[in-house]
């Protein structure tokens, strides 16, 4: 049962830039917002941006100014544009969904690597 869709991520030397896409499956709702954490090796997973219910972006300190999130044109679809990109951004990326009753979905992640 595969709830969200990711897409992108990649390998770029520092400074470089990746978009990432996450998309809801059918019967997937996301009412309460949706949004991005990443995991590296040995490190909790941690929250990188989110857009709520009200139509707010937050981000976590260490990628403002950088990191660009935006709902997409189908409901229940985000992306996430990354700029300047730092070796400490290197992590699986999470996409996040959170429905009306509270649940939590996860996708299954996918891998940024940025080397200096």
């Known amino acids: 049962q595969v709830r969200l869709v990711e897409s992108g991520g990649g390998s770029v030397q520092d400074g470089g830039s990746l978009r990432l896409s996450c998309a809801a499956s059918?019967?997937?709702?996301?009412?309460?917002?949706m949004g991005w954490y990443r995991q590296a090796p040995g490190k909790e997973r941690e929250f990188v941006s989110f857009?709520?219910?009200?139509?707010?972006?937050n981000y976590r300190d260490s990628v403002k100014g950088r990191f660009t999130l935006s709902r997409g044109s189908a409901r229940y679809t985000i992306s996430l544009e990354m700029d300047s990109l730092k070796p400490e951004d290197t992590a699986m990326y999470y996409c996040s969904c959170v429905t009306q009753s509270g649940d939590n979905y996860w996708g299954q992640g996918v891998q940024v690597t940025v080397s200096s």
């Open positions: 857009l709520d219910r009200a139509g707010n972006t």
């Open positions: 059918e019967n997937t709702y996301c009412e309460y917002g």
